[in-house]
Structure formats: C-alpha cells, structure tokens
Nanobody
Framework: QVHLVESGGGLVQPGGSLRLSCATFGSIRSINSMRWYRQALGTERELVASITTGGPIQYPDSMKGRFTISADNAKNTVYLQMNSLKPEDTAVYYC??????????????WGQGIQVVVSS
C-alpha cells in the first residue's frame, strides 16, 4: 500500500509564493514519475507539472514560467514551487505518484488534495 502526504498549501496574496510538498510512504522499490495537478472550482483537473525518474521535467505551455517541479529521491518527495501567484491559480492541488513496488506491482496513487487560495 502506498499513500501520499501533501503539505504547504494555504492563503497567499497575489504575487506571492508557495511551495507544495508531497511525500510518498509505503513499500515501494522505485518511483517512476510524480505529477502535480490542480482543479479549480467548476473546472476539470489539469496537469501542472510532471517529473519522471531519469527522464524529463515537463510543463504544459500554460504552466511554464511560474511553476517549478523538483524531487528529492532520497526522501521520495516531490515539490512544486509556485511564484508570482495569481488569483486564477486558486485551486485544489493534487499530487500523483506512479511507483513500482516489490514484485513489480505498479501503484498509481493520488494525494488527498491541498487547497491553495490566492487572494488579497
């Protein structure tokens, strides 16, 4: 069993910064990829950033410039640094991790979501 623990959300003023964290817990052999998504009220969930172990970091065009994804493999933790935040960045942010467990079992796990509110 794998579960994720997200932290770092909250209320921030426009132009401010936040760093989200997502730690992976469980009996895993390796992490394949980590992604951040977000979902604003009344909209569909959208990809913010992804990082693949040994592979590229990717951002949708709409997310390039203000968001930075990084990972600490020793801690099985992925981060999302968000700068120059705008009110339209207000959303619930979700972490998604794909990991390989022992016996080649594949886990595709979502965090519980963490609220980010950008408002003055």
């Amino acid at each position: 069993q794998v579960h994720l623990v997200e932290s770092g959300g909250g209320l921030v003023q426009p132009g401010g910064s936040l760093r989200l964290s997502c730690a992976t817990f469980g009996s895993i052999r390796s992490i394949n990829s980590m992604r951040w998504y977000r979902q604003a009220l009344g909209t569909e969930r959208e990809l913010v950033a992804s990082i693949t172990t040994g592979g590229p970091i990717q951002y949708p065009d709409s997310m390039k410039g203000r968001f930075t994804i990084s990972a600490d493999n020793a801690k099985n933790t992925v981060y999302l640094q968000m700068n120059s935040l705008k009110p339209e960045d207000t959303a619930v942010y979700y972490c998604n991790v794909i990991a390989t467990g022992w016996g080649q079992k594949l886990y595709d796990t979502w965090g519980q979501g963490i609220q980010v509110v950008v408002s003055s």
